[in-house]
């Protein structure tokens, strides 16, 4: 086939000191700082913050809309409609895009928090309890579930697995609490360690009570792992400031 140049992209992802292009044939093309691809939208600095914003212009169109014909129509279908058009944009390659920064994950969670508010019509409860009136959970801990599904795919060789080159499970023929752990690889930075499904995957899934890693069905699994939400999680994300120390983890009460 021939290359079509006016379909080529170029990505620097790194350290550089100006602006690149390479040549193809007689054209020449120059370095892009985000490409759309399947979807998704890359920037070269492997952030994916314009790709969560455009997420959340689609969710809040979708929004608007509903707010609009609120008053005419019933629970059930102003829930049905929230499902299916605005938490449904954030269903699509979660794991590409899930370790975006805190000032992004306040913009999802405030998006799903006025959709609960309209949905249910309750503009005095928290975001946590409308969750819970939801029975469901925020867009992150949503994530972190799907990672869960995918890792468990992985570690029991099902078909369709696409994590299966990231986590090896950890040899240990001592320790029955440490059973069904993932070795854990060594980090140096938070961007491209920490922020990685390779080294938070593992975390998370070691933090998985046993109880669902012996669940021998995949379809069990994701309907008991879609119950659970990790009391304290490790992220980023979920850790809070506190001045003069930085980010810690503090457990719930």
């Avoid at 629970?75 to 370790?99: D, G, H, N």
């Avoid at 975006?100 to 503009?123: A, F, P, Q, T």
């Avoid at 669940?215 to 001045?243: A, D, G, H, Q, T």
């Amino acid at each position: 086939m021939k290359l079509n140049t006016d379909k080529c992209h170029l990505l620097v992802s790194g350290t550089k000191y100006e602006h690149t292009w390479v040549q193809l044939g007689k054209d020449k093309i120059w370095e892009n700082n985000n490409v759309k691809l399947l979807g998704i939208t890359i920037d070269n600095e492997l952030k994916f913050d314009n790709h969560v914003l455009n997420i959340c212009s689609k969710a809040n169109q979708k929004l608007t809309a509903l707010m609009r014909l609120k008053n005419y129509l019933s629970f059930e279908k102003r829930r049905t409609l929230f499902k299916a058009f605005i938490e449904s944009q954030f269903k699509y390659c979660p794991l590409v895009w899930m370790f975006h920064g805190r000032k992004l994950n306040e913009k999802v969670n405030k998006l799903h928090e006025r959709s609960l508010r309209i949905v249910y019509n309750d503009y005095t409860a928290t975001f946590e309890e409308l969750l819970a009136k939801d029975n469901s959970f925020s867009i992150h801990h949503q994530n972190i579930q799907t990672l869960l599904i995918e890792i468990y795919k992985a570690l029991n060789g099902i078909p369709g697995a696409t994590l299966n080159h990231l986590f090896t499970k950890k040899q240990n023929n001592y320790s029955l609490r440490r059973e069904q752990e993932i070795t854990v690889p060594r980090i140096n930075t938070v961007l491209k360690g920490q922020n990685s499904l390779r080294y938070f995957g593992a975390v998370i899934w070691n933090s998985l009570p046993l109880k669902y890693k012996h669940i021998e069905s995949l379809n069990k699994f994701k309907s008991e792992i879609k119950k659970w939400k990790p009391e304290n999680c490790p992220c980023r994300l979920c850790m809070k400031y506190v001045k003069n120390l930085g980010f810690v983890n503090i457990a719930e009460k």
